[in-house]
């Protein structure tokens, strides 16, 4: 049966919560981690501590589903139909998903039940209906040949985490690698395991053989490098830091220079012109900088804005975000969560102290709640006169912390927005048609957003240039090539 979000808080604060493998043949139990929720810091529960040896098995036991056909010459309606029967179950379950994302990473309860959870289930089913509707091609050749282009599932596909956005992420990954026939290993950020632990249970309830889809849980230096190094995967999909990002091209280099996607960091720029309509920015403004306290990648931490406009856009933005509310994300009113763990937390912490000393003016929050559970939660903070040199305006904080660059005309506006290692995505608010064409083709981003913050949706893919990634985009039909070869078929007459 499904729990409740009080039953899962209930099972939080006995230390109750759990998450391990799941591998056919995985019979000894391993050591287990202590699983910390950054709500109060208290341990929720254990995760299972995987080892080279766990991924070892996991790999053989994928890697022979693959070969048997169980799921890879699975016809598509069905392999549609088990994946439907497996959202309908995640959404019998979704209050306890949510709770589960709630206190293993601090996120507010809101919007796991509002945004994340129904995000997560239009993906699966978005991808299970994708699966019969997409076809090869016939290649234009003369009457003396016939030439198929088939695309087939490349086999082993490892799926490595992030800890922001736990089912979301797991469904981005997971959802086009089986649509297309492979088998799939998932490694969930060791942070934040649990939600990842129950999607996989019901996916074998649903239908999903085990072998296709196996979970090893535990540390990234571990299972992380051991996915990474090990001969036998296919591909693997990662999502993360820009510094994991490398050792993963190390990893395949040395290895059998398997696949890697990588989509990593960003420092997105938010430009807001002149003639921009101010009232209906303000809240796209303040969720791209502050949903999910700033700890995602497509984070518009950057306002660029036009000069003659700054102040009275900051005045609207300080007004507004006054009624942000930081606390428990258990509170359902609460918007700001904690960061997600002390080293994190600390990180975003330097960001704030080091701001003024570089110029930066602080207008809007500032403070530290060390009064709050844990002590990691940062209200919402507004730095102004940031300088395109400073680490503020340059480095990613993945913190609740908007720097503040005005500009005066559009080719500095555009300068300023592309200067970063960066290119995730980006955001422009302004009336004029043209003035929005051209600056969106202008800026070096994956996602551009006009008039509004968006990364999109199920339909779009999402991804980076320059130090954000590369290899392969998430959501749309073309995170479907990330997982598939194309094979040419030539019949000579």
């Given amino acids: 049966m499904p729990l409740t979000r009080e039953q899962v808080f209930a099972q939080a604060r006995d230390g109750r919560l759990w998450a391990g493998h799941l591998i056919p043949g995985h019979d000894v139990p391993g050591t287990e981690l202590n699983n910390t929720t950054p709500i109060d810091n208290s341990v929720i529960g254990a995760i299972e501590n995987g080892t080279a040896g766990d991924v070892d098995l996991a790999v053989r036991v994928a890697r022979a589903t693959f070969k048997s056909g169980e799921w890879s010459a699975l016809a598509p309606a069905e392999r549609k139909r088990v994946m439907l029967a497996w959202a ?20 507010p309860i809101t919007e796991c039940l509002n ?43 490892g799926t ?6 736990p089912a979301q992420m797991y469904a981005w990954k997971v959802a086009p690698a089986l649509a297309a026939g492979n088998s799939v290993i998932v490694k969930p950020a060791e942070l934040t395991s649990l939600s990842a632990y129950r999607m996989t249970q019901l996916a074998h309830q649903a239908g999903v053989p085990a072998g296709a889809l196996t979970l090893v849980t535990g540390l990234g230096e571990e299972v992380g490098q051991a996915i990474g190094w090990h001969m036998d995967v296919d591909v693997v999909s990662f999502t993360g830091s820009t510094e994991v990002g490398r050792y993963f091209l190390r990893y395949s280099a040395d290895s059998n220079l398997k696949e890697i996607v990588l989509e990593c960091g960003g420092k997105s720029p938010q430009v807001v012109f002149d003639d921009a309509d101010l009232d209906g920015a303000v809240d796209h403004v303040l969720a791209a900088a502050f949903w999910n306290m700033g700890e995602n990648c497509s984070c518009g931490s950057r306002l660029i804005v036009q000069s003659g406009i700054k102040d009275a856009l900051l005045a609207r933005l300080r007004e507004r975000l006054a009624q942000w509310k930081v606390g428990l994300p258990t509170d359902e009113s609460v918007q700001i969560g904690p960061m997600v763990e002390q080293v994190h937390f ?48 340059q480095e990613e904080v993945f913190g609740p912390i908007l720097a503040v660059t005005p500009f005066e005309t559009e080719d500095q506006a555009i300068e ?22 051209r600056v969106a083709r202008a800026i070096q981003a994956g996602t551009v957003s006009v008039n509004g913050f968006s990364e999109g949706d199920i339909t779009t893919p999402f991804g980076g240039y320059k130090q954000s990634g590369f290899g392969g985009r998430d959501n749309g039909l073309e995170a479907l090539d990330q997982y598939q070869q194309i094979k040419t078929i030539w019949y000579v007459n």
Avoid at 160 to 165: G, K, M
Wanted: hydrophobic content about 40%; glycine content about 10%; some cysteine.
């Fill in 115 to 157: 945004t994340d959870l129904p995000a997560t289930l239009e993906t699966f089913r978005w991808y299970a209906e994708a699966v019969d509707k997409c076809f090869g091609r016939v290649a234009p050749t003369g009457p003396q040949a016939m030439g198929l282009i088939v695309k087939e599932p490349i086999g082993v596909v």
């Fill in 88 to 107: 309908d179950l995640m959404e019998a379950h979704l209050e306890e998903l949510a709770a589960l994302d709630c206190v293993d990473a601090g996120k």
């Fill in 160 to 165: 490595v985490l992030p800890w922001n956005f």
């Fill in 416 to 437: 300023l927005a592309n200067d970063s290692h960066y290119g995730l995505a980006a955001s422009l608010y302004t009336t004029d048609v043209r003035r929005a064409q």
């Fill in 346 to 393: 600390e990180k975003v912490r330097a960001f704030l102290q080091g701001a003024e000393a570089e110029g930066a003016r602080l207008v809007h929050g500032g403070r530290i709640r060390s009064d709050l559970g844990s002590g990691w939660y940062v209200e919402p903070t507004i730095f102004d006169q940031v300088s395109s040199g400073s680490r503020l305006f």
